[in-house]
């Protein structure tokens, strides 16, 4: 069978590090994006014939652009497509600098939106293809202190979730990836605090806070055993449009859903009645 071409954005550590290393272990090649051209040509160095390593800071659209068009010119496709690339933040809504939400916003979303939209026209060609979208279990259900994130992540949620209708009739699959806590740098040097603290969310936001700084290291996910899972969705034959992955992203995911329920349950009445008689 032939070689299936990954790319994907973040590989330097975490998830993105040990899916990269999942697909190459596989049998397929993968192409994987680094912000920094030292970790790009070590990366090269080891993984020659097997892997290849790019420069791309995915906020940069320009960058975007040329990486993939470098990318199909010299592999001629892409199959898998993973936007793994992006930050945490935690701090509450009133917290947060306009300046901070942007930054999130750029990595977690546009930068996920530009790769999308620069590999399309290739996998509209060729009819094929699978995107994968690190999203996160809190990319379904917000949490205080948590929510210029969880808003990053709803964003990229909605947009895939309309995309895979869209391109589902042209051949190409799209899947939704939401990690619960997994043991990668994403709570320690990978994550951001809002500058600015108000005591008045302490209990809130600041719980939030303290608790991130605690999980460090400690996170109930296998980054390696997450890698599998995303290879398991790609090679099957009908891969659901949403992945939690994780114990807590399932009970997350699965209170979300009950509270919705439960609103439904006690307002139903009223909101089927908002409209002309």
Do not use: C
Not at 226 to 239: F, G, K, L, R, S
Not at 245 to 274: F, M, P, R, Y
């Amino acid at each position: 069978m032939e070689k299936r071409i990954w790319f994907i954005t973040g590989v330097s550590s975490g998830l993105g590090n040990a899916l990269i290393r999942a697909v190459v272990q596989s049998g397929d090649f993968a192409i994987g994006t680094f912000r920094k051209q030292e970790q790009v040509d070590a990366f090269n160095q080891s993984h020659a014939g097997k892997a290849f390593a790019i420069k791309m800071d995915v906020t940069n659209f320009d960058e975007v652009n040329k990486g993939i068009d470098a990318i199909v010119e010299k592999f001629g496709k892409i199959d898998v497509v993973v936007n793994n690339a992006g930050f945490g933040f935690a701090g509450s809504i009133e917290e947060a600098s306009i300046e901070e939400i942007r930054n999130v916003f750029e990595a977690n979303f546009f930068g996920a939106l530009q790769v999308t939209q620069a590999v399309l026209p290739t996998l509209r060609k060729q009819k094929s293809g699978h995107i994968i979208q690190i999203s996160s279990h809190g990319g379904f259900k917000a949490m205080a202190g948590f929510g210029v994130y969880n808003a990053s992540k709803f964003a990229l949620e909605g947009m895939s979730e309309a995309l895979a209708g869209e391109v589902g009739p042209l051949g190409i699959r799209l899947t939704i990836v939401e990690p619960g806590p997994f043991r990668t740098k994403f709570a320690g040097e990978g994550f951001t605090l809002a500058q600015r603290k108000i005591d008045d969310y302490q209990l809130t936001a600041g719980v939030f806070r303290e608790r991130i700084k605690g999980v460090d290291g400690k996170q109930e996910g296998d980054p390696h055993k997450a890698a599998q899972a995303i290879i398991q969705v790609v090679n099957t034959e009908n891969p659901p449009l949403r992945l939690p992955l994780g114990k807590i992203a399932l009970a997350t995911i699965s209170s979300k859903l009950a509270h919705v329920q439960k609103d439904l349950d006690a307002w139903g009445e009223v909101a089927a009645n908002a409209v002309f008689l």
